[in-house]
Nanobody, 126 residues
């Protein structure tokens, strides 16, 4: 099992920045992909970004490309989501999640992620 704890959320103004962290513990050697998802009130949970743990390949939703950067520190078993030029539509609860290797990279499919953190609230005011 993998335990995930997010941190770094908060209230920021339009155009501001935040950096989210996701600390993993437990069976971290089995992590293949670490992903970030978000859910705004009344909306479906959506993919934000993902990174392959060993190689560091990165994937982004079109809505955040050029503004968000995902990274990871495999020594600290922590993933990060640097969010710049935040917009009110980025307001949501942000979750990190881990995916084990299954032979295919389903980086944007939330059903393929096995473990989830508790979420951290990001609020962008206009």
């Amino acid at each position: 099992q993998v335990q995930l704890v997010e941190s770094g959320g908060g209230l920021v103004q339009d155009g501001g920045s935040l950096r989210l962290s996701c600390a993993a513990s437990g069976s971290t050697a089995s992590i293949y992909i670490m992903g970030w998802f978000r859910q705004a009130p009344g909306k479906e949970q959506e993919f934000v970004a993902a990174i392959t743990w060993s190689v560091g390949n990165r994937y982004y939703a079109d809505s955040v490309k050029g503004r968000f950067t995902i990274s990871r520190d495999t020594v600290r078993d922590t993933a990060y989501l640097q969010m710049n030029n935040l917009k009110p539509e980025d307001t949501a609860v942000y979750y990190c999640a881990t995916q084990y290797y299954t032979g295919t990279n389903y980086y944007s499919d939330k059903r393929k992620y096995a473990y989830w953190g508790q979420g951290t609230q990001v609020t962008v005011s206009s």
